[in-house]
């Protein structure tokens, strides 16, 4: 795929960046366990898919189907952005200046492509809300969504297939946070979602 953001490794500081990984949202959102890798402060923080694989980033295209500007003294953005399978939640504030502009600027509908860090939140009734805090969005045209939805079904199958196999400690890590999650789901997710482009 062209636009191959997030899969380098990149110099930020001091520490090497996560690759940004592609996954659909019918899957981000089954998310429940989140994790810092060691002890240091700056240690990345990660979100286990429930197909056994880590992410401190992710790559996403979809439709930017609504956005609104909250917040007085800390002004942020808030969107949705609709893939396939689902939606996504994804936010930039002051400590994003580049994506919050970004974001501000674009007119709804448009397809956009997104990077940024999953955060998972616990509400008090007890479920989880996943969002997506952006470090980068530009809008882009349908065939760009359509090749990310192919690469995402490729990942996404891959992540299946290791996860049947799995004996990688973030697959067994996977199968004692989601017992209840059969990883085929997302298989049949990566499918429809192939469906409904039309190449």
Known sequence: ???????????DGSFEREPARRVFAGELRECRYQFKDGEDEKSPTFVLLPSGERCNRIFLVGTLTEKQRQGDQNVFYRGRVVDPSGTFFVMAGSYQPEAMQQLAKIETPAFVAVVGKPNLYQ???????VSVRVESITVVDKDTRDLWVLDAAERTLDRVEACAAGTAPDVIKAKEQYPTIDPAVFRKIAFDALAQIKM
């Open 123 to 129: 509400k008090p009734d007890g479920s989880f809300l």
């Open 1 to 11: 795929m062209s636009t191959n953001q997030g899969d380098m490794g990149r110099r």
